[in-house]
């Protein structure tokens, strides 16, 4: 039966290893009785070392970034090797405050590629900054995913899972999140953009979550009427309350 993933993406919190370390425990504990659901954590790189030990066939722990090159002059940066030393399994990758930073679509094939040289999971973020009546925002869409897979080997795309999320849907100034069918409508026009590049059998094999502003009142409906495969949580990620109830209900569908 395939698994319900719902990915907690942290930012650029907690502030302290120590609440990263009690917030990843009290997640497994309630994550690891859930069968059918596969939990990420994405935390900030400096608590991956410490978190990654912990990892369970049902929780693991990802990045929420990676630089492409392997190892070098490159100040600051964190390579997708490193990643894999530590035992990271997966790493978001374009996600919109990174791609606001200055990743364009380029970058972020690059990184995609990286990650997947080192069998960790790309967690690939698209989706349109606004949406305009005359449907630009879909070519917008469209070229966010065809660069991003870029001729990659079909070989490789078991690993990938695709997030879309909207960015006005996005944290805490968002406009709230968006609908489940629009998300079904949208992940639609997304497995036909694969199916394009490669294959039906391909599209349908890849994984397409929501994010944007989902909470323990929307995730039911997005997994259940949108069919999302799975969420990306950001904020409802750092309230163990909230998150529990996440994981819960994915389970009970
Ligand atoms: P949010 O963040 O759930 O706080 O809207 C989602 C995200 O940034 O991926």
């Not at 990620?237 to 209900?249: C, D, G, P, R, Y």
Request: some cysteine; overall charge positive.
């Amino acid at each position: 039966m395939p698994k319900t993933i719902i990915v907690a993406n942290w930012k650029m919190n907690p502030l302290r290893k120590k609440d990263a370390k009690d917030l990843f425990t009290k997640i497994k504990r309630k994550g690891n009785n859930l069968r059918t659901i596969e939990t990420i954590i994405c935390s900030p790189y400096i608590y991956l070392e410490s978190l990654a030990p912990g990892q369970t066939s049902r929780i693991t722990v990802g990045a929420q970034d990676t630089f492409f090159e392997k190892e070098g002059a490159y100040t600051g940066f964190i390579s997708p090797a490193m990643l894999a030393d530590l035992g990271v399994r997966s790493a978001i990758v374009g996600h919109s405050e990174r791609r606001l930073m200055g990743d364009t679509n380029e970058i972020v094939a690059k990184k995609v590629r990286a990650l997947l040289d080192y069998r960790i999971r790309p967690i690939l973020c698209v989706g349109e900054i606004v949406r305009d009546e005359r449907g630009e925002y879909l070519d917008f869409l469209k070229e966010e995913i065809e660069s991003a897979f870029n001729r990659l080997p079909e070989a490789m795309l078991k690993l990938f899972i695709i997030a879309y999320e909207p960015v006005w849907a996005i944290g805490k100034n968002a406009q709230g999140a968006s609908t489940p069918a629009d998300f079904l409508e949208k992940a639609i026009f997304i497995r036909k953009i694969i199916s394009d590049l490669y294959s039906q059998k391909v599209a349908s094999s890849i994984p397409i979550l929501y994010g944007g502003s989902v909470d323990e009142r929307n995730a039911r409906s997005f997994l259940r009427d949108g069919k999302a495969q799975g969420l990306l949580v950001g904020r409802a990620s750092l309230n163990l309350k909230s998150f529990a109830t996440i994981l819960a209900e994915a389970n009970t569908l």
